[in-house]
């Protein structure tokens, strides 16, 4: 309400219009006055129409629920009481005043009532209201102080009494549980469960039996009756004899234990290449295996090809291959006497010799281009190399690991070979390139050309064979085998572009580019392999897939000079690491950085801006999800470096020599359980020079194997070839300062549980 004046605002006002038919009677009484400060009762029957055009604020007395029938009894006689006064007041005034006709204000004069709370004191000790009654002789449609006539005191009752406290959500919680009813109980003859509900008063996770407030039983139906029995069946067909187990014992490797026994334990079940139920344990059919050496394993130089100080392993005879079922080492070496030649070993001194002399007039150099390759043919190692007798020139030869098993390829077609493409093995057999441009297929037995394979023929098309026949000639580019598929690149009329071949006859063929797309260093991924290409703005990543399909994955271009890059993958090469692709371009400066290309998430990242040339010296191995390589990194020089293919995961892994200098980095094997490096260390600030390491992530390098003992001795390791591993050995070639340059072999079973070492 707008008073109009600095007067305290009222808790309720009420106009009564001085005109009989609006006066209140006791007949119109709906309900108890309102008291002040509680809330009004609705009544439905009868609204309470607005005085004057005024809003009107109507209150209507509640009782409180807990006060008593006396107290109730008491406010409504004083109520009935106030009524009745105000009535008869009203009346009074209303027959004393002048008719409405005979002036113009007197019905202006109303009688009003105001209402003010009151609180606890010596009249209402519990609070209450008092009602005010007058008229409002000025006019101002406020009830003041010397216009109330009378006064009514309305107070509140005794508080009720307090109800008991409920249960706390936080101190109880609902539950069900349930239990099992065997069979034969009372309430469930064939079984059920119980289920109980109740209240997990003391929080100890279960019911106890007085929190249980219901319990509801489902009981298991009854069986029902034994139908007819059925006619007996046929009787099954006669199960496959069990492979028999067996045991056997066996004399270690001379190359990995000179003394002691291993005994193998496994099924005769023909797993592999083994025959099945012949009573022999193969290699294959070995489930498990005791171990056990009396002296620690072998350790140190493979042969003394060339006796004495002299190198019998140098450059272009530095090849080698272990055969795991003839446990045989083959290499490439030289006595100084005949030349470089095939030699055989069974990894030690004393077995080592020149298995043939291929060229009796000079080097035949095996392996010095297509190296050496192993497949299984029919059950038998094969190894397919190249070799030069001194009379054809340098044609592919195959051995078994015997003098009588080693023999120059025959066929219809050429096997001089003079390409650094790293044979593939597919198809039942190697395939490689020759010097004049053809893509060589061979079993050991004979050469021809990869689509002139039977199954390969066979299964292509008029239209393939149409195409293939176009090809120009077979580049060193690409060779690379992936689920079935021969990727490889050649040359046609469109340029050098990419191919893929099934060995059941399917082809594939892309033009990615005018002119020559000249890919390379492809690795597998879903639905078919990344490689490197030209799309003319340089060399990118490509994705090509299985359905001939082709999708460009990267835009790299040099930031110095904003020209395409051409440079990429060149040293690293492409590793997969789940969905990302690692690999090395050339994008600032004058050395290549570490790159990543996510598959999934179709983003390209730069890893590291400071670790440089990544790979450069020795390539990239993947051991347990990470990529370990050599690079060059700010104040630790040419060091190892890894990468989980993530910007956070990628670094420096060692300074294993300090400051400036460098590791010198040769080469990484990995085997199952362990990753090496041959590089240059230093142990208490003495120089090792070139080693044999154990690497873990996060932990520093483990000297295993120093081929050349003594402070700032230099064995050279890795200057020549490169690092293998096998089943049972890392072979590397080093000079241990009185043989010379030779092959050097450590028997990794030293670094595990897998051997009992008895000393």
């Known amino acids: 309400m707008e008073t109009g004046q600095n007067r305290p605002e009222p808790k309720d006002l009420i106009p009564l219009r001085l005109f009989p038919e609006h006066m209140s009677t006791p007949n119109e009484l709906d309900g108890p006055a309102p008291i002040a400060g509680e809330p009004a009762p609705q009544n439905p029957n009868k609204a309470v129409p607005a005085l004057h055009g005024q809003r009107t604020q109507a209150q209507h007395v509640q009782a409180h629920p807990n006060r008593t029938t006396k107290v109730l009894a008491v406010l409504q006689v004083m109520l009935l009481i106030g009524a009745l006064g105000i009535s008869s007041y009203a009346m009074y005034t209303v027959a004393t005043w002048p008719d409405a006709s005979e002036s113009n204000t007197a019905s202006t004069n109303e009688l009003l009532v105001r209402t003010e709370g009151r609180g606890a004191d010596g009249i209402c000790l519990h609070g209450g209201s008092t009602v005010m009654i007058g008229l409002d002789l000025n006019l101002n449609q406020y009830l003041d102080g010397d216009e109330v006539t009378s006064e009514t005191n309305l107070c509140h009752g005794l508080p009720g009494l307090t109800g008991s406290d409920g249960v706390s959500v936080a101190e109880s919680a609902s539950r069900i549980e349930t239990v099992d009813l065997p069979l034969g109980n009372s309430t469930c003859p064939t079984g059920g469960i119980a289920l109980m509900s109740g209240l997990d008063g ?238 060589l297929w061979t079993d050991g037995s004979v050469a021809m050309k990869a689509v002139d394979h039977p199954t390969v023929y066979a299964g292509m098309s008029n239209e393939d064979r149409l195409t293939v026949g176009g090809l120009e000639s077979y580049q060193a580019s690409l060779l690379y085998v992936e689920n079935g598929w021969l990727w490889f690149s050649a040359k046609s009329q469109n340029g050098v572009e990419p191919y893929a071949l099934h060995h059941q006859g399917g082809f594939l063929a892309w033009d990615l580019t005018i002119g020559d797309a000249a890919p390379s260093s492809a690795v597998d991924a879903p639905g078919g392999v990344v490689a490197v290409a030209d799309n003319g703005q340089g060399r990118q990543l490509v994705r090509l897939n299985h359905d001939g399909s082709h999708l460009w994955l990267t835009a790299l271009t040099h930031s110095g000079t904003g020209n395409p890059t051409e440079r990429v993958a060149e040293h690293l090469g492409l590793h997969r690491l789940g969905d990302v692709i690692v690999f090395d371009a050339l994008t600032s400066g004058v050395d290549p950085q570490l790159w990543s290309h996510n ?161």
């Open 202 to 439: 003391n929080q100890d996770g279960a019911l106890d039996e007085e929190e249980i407030t219901s319990t509801d039983y489902l009981c298991h139906g009854s069986l029902g009756q034994s139908g007819t029995s059925g006619s007996t069946g046929l009787n099954g067909a006669e199960g496959v004899p069990g492979a028999p187990a067996l045991v056997a014992q066996r004399t270690p490797l001379a190359s990995v234990c000179a003394s002691g026994l291993v005994i193998d334990f496994g099924l005769d079940d023909g797993k592999g290449d083994a025959i099945a139920l012949d009573g022999i344990m193969h290699r294959h059919e070995v489930i498990s295996s005791l171990k056990i050496c009396n002296q620690p394993l072998f350790v140190g130089p493979v042969d003394d090809y060339n006796t004495g100080m002299s190198d019998g392993i140098t450059t272009g005879c530095d090849q080698l291959l272990w055969m795991p079922d003839a446990s045989l080492l083959l290499t490439a070496g030289s006595n100084g006497i005949n030349g470089c030649e095939l030699w055989s070993s069974d990894g030690t001194p004393e077995a080592s010799t020149m298995m043939i002399e291929i060229n009796p007039t000079g080097d035949a150099s095996p392996g010095r281009y297509a190296g050496f390759t192993l497949f299984v043919d029919n059950g038998h190692e094969v190894v397919i190399f190249d070799a030069d007798d001194g009379v054809n020139g340098r044609q592919l030869w195959r051995t078994d690991g015997t003098a009588s098993g080693t023999q120059q390829l025959s066929g219809n077609i050429s096997t001089n070979v003079d390409s650094t493409v790293e044979p593939v093995v597919w198809n039942g057999g190697v395939v490689m390139l020759n010097n004049l441009g053809d893509l």
């Open 599 to 759: 598959l999934t998430q179709a983003n390209t990242s730069l890893l590291s801006t400071t670790l440089l040339a990544p790979g450069d010296w020795a390539g990239g191995v993947v051991h347990q999800g990470r990529l370990w390589f050599d690079c060059v990194a700010p104040s630790i020089a040419h060091e190892v470096c890894s990468s989980d293919g993530t910007v956070a995961g990628t670094g420096p892994e060692t300074d294993m020599r300090a400051g400036s200098a460098s590791a010198l980095v040769r080469g990484f094997a990995a085997t199952e359980g362990n990753l090496f490096v041959v590089a240059s260390g230093q142990i208490n600030g003495t120089e090792t020079g070139a080693c044999l390491w154990s690497l873990s992530s996060g932990a520093s390098p483990t000297l295993v194997y120093d081929p050349w003992p003594g402070a700032n001795n230099d064995s050279s390791a890795g200057m020549y070839g490169s690092v293998h591993a096998s089943e049972h050995h890392v072979m590397f070639i080093a000079n241990d300062g009185q043989t010379g340059h030779e092959w050097h072999a450590f028997s990794h079973g030293s670094l595990t549980d897998e051997w009992l070492i008895w000393i």
